[in-house]
């Protein structure tokens, strides 16, 4: 039988393009055309926050951030997303989302919990099975102890004196290393207390500081001259929280307990400050202060002091306008066998500088810097001592060029 194709033509067709289809799922019966679209955080950044935050309004300066690091749909996007979900099901304020920087990448601890299938403290038979099974930062329990350690090194661990269910109470996962700046001056408190957070030394002796005894926290500063007693391990009722940061619990502690130090400092030496001359310095819309001891924290903001205060060793202050100050900065950053147990905290330009990754600094502003290593290579992480759930790349000319001076602290437990 012969067919004959003359009269028919024949169109080519374009193969098709089954990417655009692939957040397709059907949502019919068997003879039903019925589909519809998966919406995922890259389509609509805006609404995927919203959708989640009532308040989300009130972050409208900072959301354009979060928005473009989410529709890049890449790893940090993604672990981004994560913790916007997890904070709406936790019932999170969305303060953790403000003063975020230029091309934010969240807290590698912060992933790392949110990643965690169990976040549950481990307990161990021994001090050396947990030092097999965990890694440096790691909190944990031995058997037969009341209260828990730190591995701090590869064959270090540091035992505490607070236990399993008092460490969950002040640092909690993941909420334990997101840490906003709320109505106060304390960002270089802040960005101390998030340098030592990030680093497993810094970590462990942020901890030593507290002790359970009687159902009451007690918190003693490394060079302080008070003990700080929490009753029932709470902060003190007509605690003025609007002075404290959005924080977990023991960093408002910390906080709180570092403006009484402040103001028995202040008693000692005669120079009694009183809360009427403390508001008449406010402007008059401003919330007026309730304890003489937060407008204190707020006045006297020195990272240096705040840093020997924590116990740190070897403090140096690096004036970035010297040569000599600039190489003291390079040579602590790229000391491969010292920069993991110190910290660096900068104090920004007392005007706003532009960096090469876009970033505008807030003048006179604290800032972390943490060197780690990727593929062999230092590499710089900045923090915005407002906000410890995220850091932006910095690199050395911005670091040298954008900053009046940085404090180097060594970590010594």
Known sequence: ????????????????????????????????????????????????????????????????????????????SKNIAALIDYAAKHHMPSDFMMDLLNNPKLNPLVAEELRAKDVEIKTFKSKKEAIENSKTGDVFSIADDDFISIKTQDSEVTPLKITPETY????????????????????????????????????????????????????????????????????????????????????????????????????????????????????????????????????????????????????????????NGQNKVMDALYDLNGFEDKIFVAASNQTPTKLKNGITTKPNHAYVIEPYTEDKRIKFRLYNSSNSAFYSDINLGDIINSFSRIYIGKITN
Do not use: W
């Open 1 to 76: 039988m012969n067919i004959s194709l003359s009269g028919l033509n024949f169109k080519a067709v374009e193969p098709i393009n089954c990417k655009t289809f692939s957040n397709l799922h059907f949502m019919g019966q068997f003879d039903e055309d019925k589909f519809e679209k998966d919406e995922t955080f890259a389509d609509d950044p805006m609404g995927y926050i919203k959708g989640r935050f009532e308040d989300a309004e009130k972050m409208a300066k900072y959301l354009p951030n979060v928005c473009a690091a989410l529709s890049k749909n890449d790893g940090n």
């Open 168 to 323: 969950k109470k002040l640092f909690p996962p993941v909420e334990g290393k997101v840490t906003t700046q709320n109505l106060s001056s304390d960002c270089y408190l802040l960005g101390v207390l998030n340098a030592m957070m990030n680093n497993p030394k810094g970590k462990a002796k942020i901890l030593s500081m507290f002790e359970e005894k009687n159902g009451n926290i007690y918190l003693n500063f490394e060079n302080g001259k008070l003990e700080h007693e929490f009753k029932d391990g709470n902060l003190p009722e007509g605690t003025d929280f609007l002075r404290l940061a959005n924080a977990p619990l023991g960093i408002k502690m910390i906080e709180y307990a570092y403006g009484d130090e402040l103001e028995e400092k202040s008693l000692r030496y005669g120079e009694e400050e009183t809360l009427s001359h403390a508001n008449s310095m406010l402007p008059p819309y401003y919330p007026k202060y309730l304890k003489v001891a937060d407008y204190l924290r707020d006045k006297n903001g020195s990272i240096g002091n705040f840093m020997q205060t924590m116990g740190l060793k070897d403090i140096e202050k690096c004036n970035l306008i010297t040569l």
